[in-house]
């Protein structure tokens, strides 16, 4: 098969490898049929993550078709059609009982396109696939759970639950990206007072208002505490989600909470940021952090089904899987191309689409 292959910092190739076969008799093969690029890809590519090894498969998201179950496999068919996220589950260790699958013992958490092979492949092996892999609703294209496997459940989450939002808050979210984009889509289900996004860029600022930001600020232009300030009556911000990873904007948004208020960060950060306790102290803050645990998809991919969610806005750019090259050329200079999400769809196999709707009527 073919793979986009991870080989050392700044290289990666579209070649062909082995094909995956099953290891574990509760593993499953699947076949890729959408997959997408993470921003966490492009960490990996600068060499940020180390752990992942030359060699390694990239990607992390992906809706497929099963082909092939372990023996151990007793609630997935060949043929089911399965979003594949981020997050694997052993479903046994004490983390995985606790549904805090992200920091699961027992050999899952974020494996895929960081300690085994990944997802923008032609085909996947799924460890636990059990427990891990989430049936796609009848009628769901795979472009409208493809974000399920990660920024929608990572920013529902790590900034919107973590951070504790409630009908009515005013909710200040730094950075614009498709995390913060998601953000501002998932408080919604919270139906806030206020949205505040914050970023520099401002074809972003215009993509948060689209996706329901009602108050954008321009923080190169604009002092983003003092706007947010004149909004709360100079209190400050019930929650603030930091959805960026650099040092300013976590520091930025301990100084836009009000007193009691909450710091939800949910940015991956590579280098320390100054915590303000000699402000912070006397002010009842609370600042949580995170990585995504996926308890949450089933509800999300529930919101999709009945129309309450539509993620597909976040899908930019289409690419064929073979081109997952130039997608990542795309994705990796999304200053000038504007791009959120990158679609890579495989092609479609000749007759197929059939066979696979019969499939799906008889589970
Ligand atoms: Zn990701
Ligand atoms: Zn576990």
């Not at 997050?87 to 549904?99: D, M, N, V, Y």
């Not at 059990?130 to 529902?156: C, M, N, R």
């Not at 689209?210 to 108050?215: K, L, Q």
């Not at 949450?296 to 539509?310: C, F, H, N, S, V």
Request: proline share 6%; aromatic share 6%.
């Amino acid at each position: 098969m073919q793979a986009l292959v991870y080989h050392g910092p700044g290289q990666r190739a579209w070649e062909e490898v082995p094909d995956p076969a099953l290891e574990q008799p509760t593993d499953a093969i699947v076949r890729i049929d959408a997959s997408t690029i993470c921003g966490t890809d492009l960490h990996i590519l600068k060499g940020d993550v180390p752990e992942v090894a030359p060699g390694t498969i990239l990607g992390h998201e992906a809706v497929g078709t099963v082909v092939e179950i372990g023996s151990a496999v007793t609630t997935l068919e060949v043929g089911d059609r399965v979003l594949v996220s981020c997050i694997t589950s052993c479903g046994r260790c004490r983390f995985c009982k606790e549904r805090r699958y992200g920091m699961c013992t027992g050999g899952g958490g974020w494996i895929f396109g960081h300690l085994i092979d990944g997802l923008q492949a032609e085909y996947a092996r799924v460890p636990f696939a059990d427990t891990s892999v989430y049936k796609v609703p009848e009628g769901l294209s795979d472009e409208q759970v493809l974000f399920l496997a990660d920024i929608l459940p990572t920013a529902y989450e790590v900034g919107i639950l973590a951070g504790r939002v409630e009908p009515g808050d005013t909710v200040a979210i730094v950075g614009a990206g498709p995390i913060g984009l998601a953000a501002i889509m998932t408080a919604k289900l919270y139906t806030p007072a206020h949205i505040v996004a914050i970023d520099l860029d401002a074809s972003r600022l215009e993509q948060a208002r689209a996706f329901g930001a009602d108050v954008t600020i321009d923080n190169g232009n604009e002092d983003a505490v003092a706007a947010v300030m004149a909004l709360t009556d100079g209190l400050g911000a019930d929650v603030a989600i930091e959805a960026v990873g650099v040092p300013e904007t976590f520091e930025l948004c301990t100084e836009l909470i009000r007193p009691g208020g909450r710091v939800a960060n949910v940015g991956v950060h590579g280098h320390p940021a100054t915590l303000h306790l000699e402000t912070l102290w006397i002010r009842d803050v609370t600042i949580t952090t995170g990585l995504v645990d996926t308890f949450t998809t089933p509800q999300l991919l529930k919101l999709i089904a009945e129309g309450r969610l539509d993620p597909t806005p976040f899908a930019t750019h289409r690419f064929a899987l073979s081109d997952a090259m130039a997608a990542y050329d795309t994705f990796g200079d999304a200053a000038r191309t504007h791009a959120l999400k990158v679609v890579l769809e495989a092609t479609p196999v000749a007759g197929e689409p059939a066979e696979r709707d019969e499939a799906l009527v008889t589970v």
